[in-house]
């Protein structure tokens, strides 16, 4: 299976900043890389994923970087925002589980203060 | 993008009762998965249901305790059998949206949150 680990477990910021999420994975087969955000009372919901061919994507103000040699993706929100505020899981998933299935971190929870 | 609900959105139960949970699809789904999340912890897959056939439980979580039916494409119920104070969590279904790529993006429900006295 894959040993996901996160880090920060919390992370706060003035609104404008950036933050950096980290998350490494053991499984060096992997090839997909997604974030997922929790908003409280909801389920997680997909924000940005990357698969292995790539080293970088980015989708306005949240950007994911791939470092496969070194086995960890970085989730980076710039210009934060209050409604930024949430809990943030990566999730890859094991290459061994034949479908789907998501292994999520331990999620990391961000506060954005205005 | 699929739209999921389910129900109850919240219970508290009394040990030793069983509770069953619903996850409605808006769209026709193969596979749908039924996940735990323990207050303050990250997301623990228990099993996924595919129509048609028996549901596949990861390590630790058996039929008895957690069985789960899928009669159709949109629908599958989750159930808490034999509660304990333990098994307070938000219990949380989802569904893959089935691009045909190999990994895609998986949607959620809102969550049932179980309290168990």
């Known amino acids: 299976g894959e040993n996901v680990e996160q880090h920060p477990s919390t992370l706060s910021v003035q609104e404008g900043d950036s933050a950096v999420i980290k998350c490494t994975y053991s499984?060096?087969?992997?090839?997909?890389f997604p974030w997922y955000k929790q908003e409280l009372g909801k389920g997680p919901q997909l924000i940005i994923d990357i698969r292995s061919n790539v080293g970088e994507k980015k989708d306005q103000r949240i950007a994911v970087t791939l470092n496969k040699t070194a086995k960890h993706f970085s989730l980076h929100i710039t210009e934060t925002q209050p409604e930024d505020s949430a809990v943030y899981f990566c999730a890859p998933p094991p290459t061994n589980s034949g479908y789907s299935t998501l292994t999520f971190g331990k999620g990391t929870m961000l506060l954005v203060s205005p | 993008s699929a739209v999921i609900s389910q129900k109850p959105s919240r219970d508290i139960c009394q040990r030793g009762t069983s509770l069953t949970i619903q996850c409605q699809v808006d769209s026709q789904v193969t596979m749908m998965f039924w996940y735990r999340q323990q207050p303050g912890q990250s997301l623990t897959l228990i099993a996924t249901?595919?129509?048609?056939?028996?549901?596949?439980?990861e390590s630790g979580f058996v039929i008895d305790k957690f069985p789960i039916s899928r009669p159709n494409l949109t629908f599958s119920t989750l159930t808490v059998s034999n509660m304990s104070p333990e098994d307070s969590s938000i219990y949380l279904c989802?569904?893959?949206?089935?691009?045909?790529?190999?990994?895609?993006?998986?949607?959620f429900g809102p969550g049932t949150r179980l309290t168990v006295l």
């Open positions: 249901a595919n129509q048609g056939s028996e549901a596949t439980y």
């Open positions: 989802s569904v893959d949206d089935e691009t045909g790529r190999t990994y895609n993006e998986q949607f």
């Open positions: 499984d060096s087969a992997s090839n997909y």
